[in-house]
């Protein structure tokens, strides 16, 4: 569902799905690919979200993507846990498209605003 939610938007956001947590650590780590969001559901295959998460909190690679922990829990020690471990965001299932794209608006928001100056006015004119 998070997929299609997101395929909808105007914006054509690149999606690269995985099918559990290992499949999605190696994504993570091949050098050749850049991620500035990811999605990670809490009760995912293994490993878990939480543990995913800390992985890339760990990585001197990583640590700098967003991510976005989506859960069904809401509960207080789930979203402390999420909070410990890095991640600034947080979706309670079921996900609604407005949310996810309310959610969307607010990480490219933060992406443009931590640009370098040169990325934020990159027009080019020719000579």
């Given at each position: 569902?998070?997929?299609?939610?997101?395929?909808?938007?105007?914006?054509?956001?690149?999606?690269?799905?995985?099918?559990?947590?290992?499949?999605?650590?190696?994504?993570?780590?091949?050098?050749?690919?850049?991620?500035?969001?990811?999605?990670?559901?809490?009760?995912?295959?293994?490993?878990?979200?939480?543990?995913?998460?800390?992985?890339?909190?760990?990585?001197?690679?990583?640590?700098?993507?967003r991510v976005v922990m989506c859960t069904a829990?809401?509960?207080?020690?789930?979203?402390?846990?999420?909070?410990?471990?890095?991640?600034?965001?947080?979706?309670?299932?079921?996900?609604?498209?407005?949310?996810?794209?309310?959610?969307?608006?607010?990480?490219?928001?933060?992406?443009?605003?931590?640009?370098?100056?040169?990325?934020?006015?990159?027009?080019?004119?020719?000579a």
């Amino acid at each position: 569902m998070l997929k299609t939610i997101i395929a909808s938007e105007p914006d054509q956001h690149q999606i690269t799905e995985a099918v559990d947590g290992n499949e999605a650590w190696s994504l993570l780590n091949n050098t050749s690919r850049y991620f500035d969001v990811v999605f990670l559901d809490v009760s995912m295959p293994p490993p878990d979200g939480l543990k995913l998460l800390g992985l890339i909190r760990e990585s001197p690679l990583l640590r700098s993507v967003r991510v976005v922990m989506c859960t069904a829990a809401s509960d207080k020690v789930t979203v402390e846990n999420v909070i410990q471990l890095g991640a600034r965001h947080f979706v309670v299932k079921p996900a609604t498209p407005p949310l996810i794209q309310n959610k969307l608006k607010q990480l490219q928001a933060e992406i443009a605003e931590e640009a370098p100056e040169s990325a934020k006015f990159s027009s080019f004119r020719p000579a």
